[in-house]
C-alpha cells in the first residue's frame, strides 16, 4: 500500500536550552492516510514533537517537511490553512465571547457568507453536543466541554491534517467514544491525524501507527491496524 | 572579583539605579549624558549584567526608540538645517540633538534598570519590605512581576493560536488585521483575570493574609561594603550635579 507521506523529520533536534535536547536527531515520515499516535512519558517530547510538526517551533538542528517543503519557510498562518491544531490546553485557542462565535469567528474573517456559517455553526454545535451552550461563555465551560469546543473550532476551518494534543483529556467515557467515532470518520474522508495521548485505550482504539518516544528519541515505531 | 559574587543588597542596587537614572533625567547636554551612559555601562558590567542579552530582550521597544528619536529630530524647528526637502525641513541640528540627547537618556534608564536584574524579584520585593513599604503593596509588586512572564507568554500563544486558524496576518488588510488583533483581547484579559481569580482562591483557601506582624525567612542584611556604595552613589551624584 502507498502511504502518502504527510510530515517528514530529517534528523531533527530541538533544545529549549542550549545543549540540552528535547528531541534527539529524529528521522521519521508521518502520513496522511494513518492516524499516527505518538506515545510516551512525561516530558519525554510528545507536545515539543507536536509543535514541530506545525512549525510553532523551529528545529534547533535538521529539518522539518510538510508535503516536501520546509516548514521553516512557512509562515503559521499557511500552516494553520492546511493542519488544525488542538493545544494541550484549550484555553489558549478561544477568542470569542460564546461557544457559537468561537467556531465561527475564523470563517466570518475569511469571508464566508452568514448562512454558510450558520450552517456549518450549527451542524458542529450538533456533532460535539455543544448546541445547548451556545450562548455560554468558552472559559466558563468544563474541561471536557473547552476539549470539545476546541476542536470543533479546528473542524470549521476543514483542515485537511489534525494535530491533536491530548485530545480525550476531561472527557467522559461516552464522550470518548463519540470523539473515537468522529475521528473515524474524518480518517476515512481522508483528513490525516496525529494524536498526542496518554489514554492507551484511545490509542489502541484508532491508531494504526504507534510512535513511542522516550528521552527525545523514537524508542518503538509499530503499525497497530490497518 | 565581580562585585555579584560579593553580593551586594538588593536596595544598595535600588539606590544605585536610582541616582543614575535621577543623574539622566535631569542633565540635558550631550557630553554628560554619554559620561552617565558610560559610568552606567561600567557599573553593569562590574555586576556582570548580560548586556547583550538585555538589548535582544528590548529590540522591539529599540525600533520604537528609534521612531520617536527620528520624530523627535523631524519635529524640531531650531538650529540650522541639514536636511531639507524643497522648502521643508526635516532635520535641524538642534532636532538631531534632541534626538540623541533622548536616545542617551532612555539608554541610561534601561542599562541602569538591568543592575535590578541581579537581584532576584523576591530579594528586591523583600528590600521594599524591610525599607517599610506595606505589605500589602509589596506583596502586590511581587504578584505583578511573577505573572509578567506569564502574561507575554500568553500573548505569544494567542497570536499563534489564532494563526494557526489559518490566518495569515501578514497578507491580511490592515484594516481587518486590526480586527483581528481584537480577538485576542478575550483570551489574554479574561485569562489574565481567571488567573487572578484563582490565585486569590488558593492563597485564601492556604491561609494568605497580610498582617503587619509578619514575619520572613529572607532577611537582608547590609554590609559595610553596602554602606560605602551607597554613600558614594549619593555623594557622587550630587557632586556630578553641582559641578556640572
Redesign the interface.
Known amino acids: 500500500m502507498n502511504l502518502l507521506e504527510y510530515i517528514e523529520f530529517r534528523n531533527t533536534s530541538f533544545e529549549y536550552i542550549k545543549d540540552k535536547k528535547v528531541i534527539n536527531s529524529i528521522s521519521t515520515k508521518v502520513y496522511k492516510d494513518d492516524i499516527t499516535a505518538i506515545v510516551g512519558p512525561n516530558g519525554s517530547g510528545k507536545t515539543t514533537l507536536g509543535k514541530l510538526m506545525?512549525g510553532?517551533l523551529k528545529p534547533t538542528f535538521g529539518k522539518v517537511y510538510m508535503f516536501n517543503k520546509d516548514i521553516k519557510y512557512m509562515?503559521?498562518?499557511?500552516?494553520?490553512?492546511q493542519?488544525?491544531?488542538l493545544?494541550q490546553n484549550p484555553?489558549?485557542?478561544?477568542?470569542?465571547?460564546t461557544v457559537e462565535e468561537e467556531i465561527g469567528?475564523?470563517l466570518k474573517?475569511?469571508g464566508f457568507d452568514r448562512e454558510y456559517i450558520d450552517k456549518k455553526v450549527e451542524y458542529l454545535l450538533e456533532l460535539f453536543q455543544l448546541d445547548h451552550l451556545k450562548e455560554a461563555f468558552p472559559?466558563k465551560l468544563s474541561q471536557g466541554e473547552k476539549q470539545r469546543l476546541a476542536i470543533a473550532?479546528?473542524l470549521a476551518?476543514e483542515?485537511e491534517y489534525l494535530i491533536l494534543d491530548e485530545p480525550t483529556k476531561g472527557l467522559d467515557m461516552d464522550r470518548k467514544t463519540t470523539l473515537v467515532n468522529i475521528l473515524e470518520k474524518l480518517n476515512e474522508k481522508g483528513i490525516g491525524i496525529t494524536l498526542i495521548s496518554h489514554d492507551y485505550n484511545l490509542v489502541n482504539q484508532i491508531s494504526n501507527r504507534v510512535i513511542e518516544i522516550y528521552r527525545g528519541e523514537i524508542v518503538e515505531d509499530r503499525r497497530n491496524k490497518d | 572579583m565581580r562585585i555579584e559574587e560579593i553580593r551586594i543588597d538588593p536596595r544598595t542596587k535600588l539606590i544605585i539605579v536610582l541616582c543614575l537614572s535621577t543623574l539622566g533625567i535631569v542633565f540635558k547636554d550631550i557630553i554628560s549624558l554619554v559620561k552617565i551612559l558610560l559610568t552606567t555601562i561600567f557599573i553593569s558590567i562590574c555586576f556582570h549584567v548580560d548586556l547583550m542579552g538585555s538589548i535582544k530582550k528590548l529590540k522591539s521597544l529599540l525600533y520604537i526608540l528609534i521612531v520617536i528619536t527620528l520624530a523627535q529630530s523631524i519635529f524640531s524647528s531650531d538650529g540650522n538645517p541639514l536636511v531639507t526637502i524643497g522648502k521643508v525641513t526635516f532635520l535641524t541640528t538642534e532636532g538631531l540633538y534632541k534626538g540623541l540627547e533622548f536616545i542617551f537618556r532612555m539608554m541610561i534608564i534601561i542599562f541602569s534598570a538591568t543592575i535590578l536584574t541581579t537581584s532576584s524579584s523576591r530579594e528586591i520585593v523583600q528590600g521594599f519590605v524591610q525599607w517599610g513599604l506595606p505589605y500589602e503593596m509589596a506583596f502586590m509588586v511581587a504578584i505583578g512581576i511573577r505573572f509578567l512572564p506569564i502574561l507575554t507568554e500568553e500573548i505569544k500563544d494567542s497570536l499563534i493560536a489564532i494563526q494557526l486558524r489559518g490566518i495569515e496576518l501578514d497578507k491580511i488588510p490592515i484594516k481587518k488585521r486590526i480586527h483581528v488583533y481584537s480577538y485576542l483581547f478575550t483570551p489574554i484579559v479574561l485569562g489574565t483575570i481567571s488567573k487572578a481569580e484563582r490565585l486569590s482562591i488558593a492563597i485564601e483557601m492556604r491561609g494568605f493574609r497580610a498582617y503587619d506582624s509578619r514575619t520572613s525567612y529572607m532577611v537582608l542584611k547590609m554590609s559595610i561594603l553596602d554602606y560605602i556604595i551607597i554613600f558614594m552613589s549619593i555623594v557622587t551624584t550630587i557632586i556630578f550635579y553641582i559641578v556640572y
Open positions: 506545525t510553532i509562515t503559521l498562518g499557511q500552516v494553520g490553512k493542519v488544525g491544531y493545544f484555553e489558549k485557542q478561544f477568542f470569542s465571547c469567528f475564523v474573517i475569511k472559559l473550532a479546528i476551518n483542515p
